[in-house]
């Protein structure tokens, strides 16, 4: 077995082993060689990806990123210094197991970032390369927002609780048929109305939340989604954003964000900008819509889908 870092001359080779590893999981889609280069192979550092090959076939990677102290600090206001090593991904060919490959590829991965402070398992949330956390684009395959652990994955679970990595949470993916949704607009907008505010669907301008609609938050170029948003005095309230998950099957839609500012949470804001984000998709031929949920975290709007109809079709360790 040979261990090496990432070259373009593996290119070919990754991503015939990745569309061979993955073909199974939820919201697959075969990979080309140049949508793995603009998303991974363009932008990693080479000696943080770490191959391991048996012969002239790929046996397992392990890929590790290291966050800046500037962005640590965005995400977690109480840090205090240095920067933040993170695993994006860690995979070994189920043939090739307990063999020693997998521990050997975390040694090699986690020796790349000894210089950080703390070393993480980022599977989507703010994972550049294998999540969507840039922008509302179809991940490789697993949830609306990226790649993750299958719960039922006890061989993977059990690996990582050996290196000292328990989940955080545990995620519900739901999803909807959109002809069991609302078929317009118009319900949702009537009763934002009456609570003083206005209904907006914006197409390809993400706004900010607690700003003027027109206030942009940036957002790589090229994409394709909506955003359904609640406007009062002037300032965003709330909002869903989707997008059509098109790579996958024709009709899939994700649900990439819905949040709604404190002081209207409880309010019946969010069934609102539910149904009308459902009648949208609806409109534009979506046949059925996906979303996230961590009930642990966020009980309120995993009820809030489940009592729109969503139905639960798998659960992921989110670590």
């Not at 059509?244 to 819905?258: Q, T």
């Amino acid at each position: 077995m040979r261990f090496s870092p990432w070259t373009p001359s593996l290119l070919p080779e990754a991503v015939a082993f990745w569309n061979r590893s993955f073909a199974m999981r939820r919201n697959f889609f075969p990979v080309t060689e140049a949508l793995f280069r603009k998303r991974v192979a363009q932008r990693l550092d080479p000696s943080k990806f770490v191959v391991a090959r048996d012969g002239k076939e790929i046996a397992g990677f392990i890929h590790v990123g290291e966050r800046p102290e500037s962005l640590c600090r965005t995400l977690d206001p109480d840090w205090r210094s240095g920067t933040q090593g993170y695993v994006a991904f860690l995979y070994v060919d189920p043939a090739r197991r307990r063999k020693g490959i997998g521990t050997e590829l975390w040694h090699r991965g986690l020796e790349r970032l000894k210089s950080t402070r703390q070393v993480v398992l980022d599977g989507q949330c703010f994972n550049p390369f294998y999540g969507n956390s840039e922008g509302p684009f179809t991940p490789f395959w697993g949830t609306p927002e990226g790649v993750s652990v299958d719960w039922n994955d006890s061989a993977t679970k059990k690996f990582l609780a050996r290196k000292g990595f328990a989940p955080r949470f545990k995620g519900v993916q739901l999803a909807l048929e959109t002809a069991l949704g609302p078929a317009s607009l118009d319900p949702a907008r009537q009763a934002l109305i009456r609570q003083g505010m206005s209904l907006e669907v914006l197409s390809s301008v993400y706004p900010e939340l607690g700003k003027p609609p027109g206030r942009r938050r940036p957002m790589p170029e090229g994409l394709d989604f909506e955003v359904v948003t609640s406007v009062r005095r002037g300032k965003v309230v709330g909002l869903i954003a989707y997008y059509p998950m098109k790579e996958v099957r024709p009709g899939l839609f994700g649900i990439y964000e819905a949040v709604v500012v404190p002081e209207w949470r409880g309010k019946s804001l969010g069934k609102r900008l539910l149904q009308g984000a459902t009648a949208r998709i609806r409109a534009l031929g979506g046949l059925s819509c996906e979303v996230l949920t961590l009930p642990e975290l966020s009980p309120a709007a995993h009820k809030l889908y489940v009592t729109a109809g969503f139905q639960p079709v798998q659960n992921w360790a989110i670590y």
